[in-house]
């Protein structure tokens, strides 16, 4: 009850968080049974607008959980895509073996 009601908040403030918040919510959430696709798709934008503010493991995580959910997102992808080149050197095999998985799995080739 009290993570949905937290979901629900998120969705309606998307813009107050950092990249960061958004993506450990989308992770957070990414574990449940159920998708909430408000949620997902409120934060979505956000955590494309933020891809900057990202660490290689933000960046993979992103992925990771929209992945998980098999969430489709284009935007978010992409700029996942975009942001990730500029941070390569910083990449420990972890976060691009997570990063190839998330976009396969996601029906990016």
Do not use: M
């Not at 949905?4 to 969705?11: F, H, I, L, S």
């Not at 990414?30 to 955590?47: H, M, N, P, Y």
């Not at 500029?86 to 996601?106: D, I, M």
């Amino acid at each position: 009850v009290l993570f949905n009601e937290c979901t629900k908040r998120v969705a309606q403030r998307a813009n107050d968080f950092t990249g960061k918040q958004l993506v450990t919510i989308a992770f957070a959430a990414s574990k449940k049974r159920t998708v909430d696709s408000v949620l997902f798709d409120a934060i979505a934008d956000g955590i494309a607008a933020k891809t900057d503010e990202l660490n290689p493991q933000g960046l993979s995580n992103a992925a990771f959980a929209y992945a998980t959910v098999r969430r489709r997102d284009p935007i978010l992808f992409a700029a996942v895509a975009r942001e990730a080149p500029s941070k390569l050197k910083s990449f420990e095999p972890r976060h691009s073996a997570s990063l190839a998985w998330s976009f396969s799995k996601a029906g990016f080739r």
